[in-house]
């Protein structure tokens, strides 16, 4: 287990009980508890299965205490037992995250666990998303220093998570540097440049009876920011040494990838585009793991997010061994008193996101496409592969028309290669999803603190399980209460007996920062994105509880 | 196990008396601004009037309703109190160089800070989001909110009024 660490919890023991003996405690403590509970119903119409537990619990809570320059947290996990749709492996309990910190004149140093990111991550991210089941966090030492002028720089070295154990050895150095600051002559000037680069180093022993694989392996990106007024330039490109892994088929190909952004905006008006290639790009401190496992990068999705149920049926998820993507985005406000505006202004947005797949040729005309041991294939850096992803473009509209009513409502048109997502046929047996979808979304303030909220949605599509339509009411009591029903309908499935309805009602309660809420319903099985990084979840049918609460 | 249970319940009891201390100043973490400059966090100061903190993303329905309804006050807030709302987007590497964009499209008058790899969240313990923190003068959390629903701006500025007027709002 990952948690000898009783002298930690002596600590703060006798951190408390000095804070408390003291009659003006400089020491702060604080933190947050979290406990999402659920039990399951069999319902074989769904697919929902029950587990032999029948309750199962999520829950952790995070202490953090604060002396000075000091500082020292733990968090404590209880998975009994894990919720549907997160990895079982985390079944347990116990002391899963702690640190020791101190931070003075420039000069941190953590010992124990901790998160980073170097850059946008395309080399070193670790991070927790306690919705995803998703923790990398690092467990070891890191330095960082800002102490020299316009120079940021920090080094670490650690092992990774992994459940309940850890893992794999990571060492890294990422330093940025602000150009403007550096000269006196142009710290103020219009035109801001920040530049920066890492270079992180993994090391696993080859056990392979075959293969002669690198121990070490090693990745190193360089970025750079320039903005000027409304406008923002910003990019990162990473290289990676030869890496084979269960990710790769074990080839030898070295890995790359660029993230360019571009951004404009004024008063009312902002403009997006973002580009993207990865090439090989998956990172582990494993080559043996897969899925979410041991990741020491993080390689960003472009493909707009989409927040309502129906519209994040099909969403887009990273392809680390290789993707190109552009997303561009116009979102502008038409003024309050003008002529489109009305009195209180209208605002529209324009989206477009596609994602294909590299293109990949034999590196020699003797091999074939990916076979294991060799170089795998080479790629040409601009060429767009053949094979497409993903592709949306979105419309929307958002509107007050006058104190008490608001709408939204929004147009999706969608391409979504499900075999290559999910890596498994649709529900229909096809490869390529086109689907269409709309939102409308109404507040109605009926009176003071009392609000009522309506959504109707709808996806129409020929493959999968076809036409869904979904409408919801949510009425909200400020500042308490709120209730909400909602229920989505595959009317349009061509299987007349999976013509089925997931409803589910919700209460849920706020008092200042603790939130309770109870549902009680059916939810869609499918897959929960965030920022590419996707977990599949189950058909379920039941109660369930979250608490939540800092302090 | 057993005994880490024991200890844990120790541990919790005494910090259940150490707990009516509400001096509260901020963790010291490096976020940036939209023009990508690092700042630390213990930077964020108003000259001894209030501050709202608060924690939302691009993709938070309920985050942008209530950055939206604090907007259309904000100028109101501003003169009366002196108020001023750091917005701290927690919107990854995936979407963070969208927020100066969808910021200003909304004409937001902000501080807006980036939070990438939701350290500062981490660090002041916020478990989703929108989460509100309420800063008096001199930096202390006075009063802290999760979750947005229509009106709450209202009751925020309450005490937002009060907190400028030197009140002590700790047990409300």
Not at chain 1, 441 to 466: H, N, P, V
Not at chain 2, 131 to 138: Q, W
């Amino acid at each position: 287990m990952l948690l000898k660490s009783k002298p930690i919890i002596a600590f703060l023991i006798f951190a408390s009980v000095f804070a408390y003996s003291q009659d003006k405690p400089k020491g702060q403590l604080h933190g947050n508890f979290n406990i999402d509970a659920q039990q399951y119903n069999s319902d074989s119409l769904i697919g929902a299965e029950k587990p032999p537990e029948n309750v199962l619990m999520n829950a952790y809570g995070n202490f953090t205490y604060t002396y000075g320059h000091f500082s020292a947290g733990l968090r404590y996990e209880a998975y009994l037992n894990t919720l549907e749709g997160y990895d079982k492996s985390y079944n347990g309990q116990g002391i899963s995250y702690r640190y020791l910190s101190y931070d003075n004149d420039g000069l941190g140093i953590t010992v124990g666990n901790f998160y980073e990111q170097f850059g946008n991550g395309l080399i070193l991210r670790s991070y927790q998303q306690k919705m995803l089941g998703y923790d990398n966090a690092f467990d070891g030492v890191r330095v960082s220093y800002s102490g020299i002028k316009a120079l940021t720089i920090k080094g670490l070295i650690a092992k990774q998570r992994l459940f309940w154990e850890t893992q794999g050895l990571v060492r890294g150095v990422d330093g940025e540097l602000s150009v403007n600051e550096l000269f006196e002559s142009i710290k103020d000037a219009k035109t801001q440049i920040i530049v920066g680069g890492n270079f992180v180093s993994k090391f696993q022993s080859d056990k392979d009876p075959f293969l002669k694989l690198p121990e070490n392996v090693g990745a190193g990106s360089g970025r750079i920011s320039i903005s000027n007024g409304g406008f923002v330039l910003s990019g990162e490109y990473a290289n990676k040494s030869q890496d084979p892994s269960a990710d790769n088929g074990y080839i030898y190909k070295q890995g790359q990838a660029l993230l360019i952004n571009a951004t404009y905006s004024q008063k009312g008006l902002g403009i997006y585009i973002t580009g993207k290639r990865v090439d090989n790009m998956s990172f582990r401190s494993d080559r043996g793991q897969s899925i979410n496992n041991l990741n020491i990068n993080y390689l960003p999705d472009v493909a707009k997010i989409h927040v309502y149920t129906l519209t994040a049926m099909y969403p887009s998820a990273t392809q680390a061994n290789g993707e190109m993507g552009v997303r561009s985005e116009v979102m502008y406000k038409f003024k309050k008193k003008s002529a489109l505006g009305g009195k209180y202004g209208t605002e529209i947005g324009i989206s477009y996101s596609r994602v294909n797949d590299i293109d990949r040729q034999a590196a020699s005309d003797t091999s074939a496409i990916g076979v294991k041991g060799y170089e795998g294939y080479t790629s040409e850096f601009f060429k767009v592969g053949e094979e497409e992803f993903y592709e949306d473009v979105s419309l929307s509209l958002s509107k007050k028309v006058n104190k008490k009513i608001k709408f939204h409502v929004e147009y999706m048109n969608q391409t979504y290669n499900f075999l290559a997502l999910r890596g498994e046929y649709d529900h229909s047996g096809n490869k390529m999803v086109y689907a269409q979808m709309g939102v409308a979304d109404l507040t109605w303030k009926i009176k003071r603190r009392r609000t009522i909220r309506f959504e109707a949605q709808g996806l129409f599509t020929k493959q999968d399980k076809q036409d869904w339509a979904m409408g919801m009411i949510e009425f909200t009591m400020a500042p308490n209460w709120f209730v909400a029903v909602y229920d989505a309908y595959n009317y349009g499935n061509h299987h007349e007996d999976k013509r089925l309805h997931y409803a589910t009602g919700t209460v849920g309660y706020t008092k200042n920062s603790t939130r309770i809420q109870l549902s009680y319903g059916k939810s869609i099985e499918g897959v929960v994105c965030v920022g590419g990084v996707c977990r599949v979840v189950p058909a379920t049918n039941g109660f369930s509880i979250s608490i939540s609460s800092t302090f | 196990m057993k005994k880490v249970t024991v200890i844990l319940v120790l541990f919790l009891s005494v910090i259940a008396y150490s707990q009516d201390n509400s001096s509260n100043a901020l963790p010291s973490i490096d976020v940036k601004t939209l023009d990508g400059q690092v700042f630390n966090t213990k930077d964020i100061n108003n000259n001894g009037k209030p501050i709202i903190l608060d924690f939302w993303a691009t993709w938070c329905k309920p985050c942008v309703k209530e950055l939206e309804a604090i907007s259309d006050l904000y100028e109101e807030w501003q003169e009366e109190t002196g108020v001023l709302v750091v917005a701290v987007s927690i919107d990854n590497s995936r979407s963070m160089s969208r927020v100066a964009p969808f910021v200003n499209a909304k004409s937001w008058e902000y501080l807006v800070l980036l939070d990438p790899n939701s350290k500062f969240k981490e660090a002041m313990n916020v478990v989703n989001v929108p989460h509100v923190f309420l800063l008096d003068g001199n930096g202390n959390v006075v009063h802290q909110h999760t979750s947005y629903a229509d009106g709450d701006e209202e009751d925020l500025y309450e005490l937002v009024k009060k907190v400028a007027n030197g009140e002590d709002i700790s047990h409300e």
